[in-house]
């Protein structure tokens, strides 16, 4: 399966907005999850907020809950964004999106098979 492959992400000042778009390229099940995470150095990899694609059921980590907004785009292009609103400096990750082969429980970053290549996000107060 080949990896997804991600664009938008770059530098905004602390209350900005960017969009992060994952596009698949390869065929994508449509009973299963695309999800985004993101890492900083030193840190675990936490999950931000992911889609059950089909459907559209949507998650939400606490910390991004309000702010980010992921939605598909599956009759055009089979891209997944993320839009990221009023940005604050501990939002300042990078953000990597994966998707499942399979449906397994959607939170937990092992249960993803293929990961995008990883896209940086700074924001500064």
């Known amino acids: 399966q080949v990896q997804p492959v991600q664009s938008g992400g770059g530098s905004v000042q602390a209350g900005g907005s960017l969009t992060l778009s994952c596009t698949a390229s390869?065929?994508?099940?449509?009973?299963?999850?695309v999800g985004w995470f993101r890492q900083t150095p030193g840190k675990e990899r936490e999950g931000v907020a992911n889609?059950?694609?089909?459907?559209?059921?949507?998650?939400y980590a606490d910390a991004v809950k309000g702010r980010f907004t992921i939605s598909q785009d599956r009759a055009e292009t089979d891209t997944v964004y993320l839009q990221m609103n009023n940005l604050k400096p501990e939002d300042t990750a990078m953000y990597y999106c994966?998707?499942?082969?399979?449906?397994?429980?959607?939170?937990?970053?092992?249960?993803?098979?293929?990961w995008g290549q990883g896209t940086q996000v700074t924001v500064s107060s």
């Open positions: 994966a998707q499942q082969l399979r449906l397994r429980a959607c939170v937990f970053s092992d249960f993803y098979d293929i």
């Open positions: 390869g065929y994508t099940p449509s009973s299963t999850c």
């Open positions: 889609i059950y694609l089909g459907a559209g059921y949507t998650y």
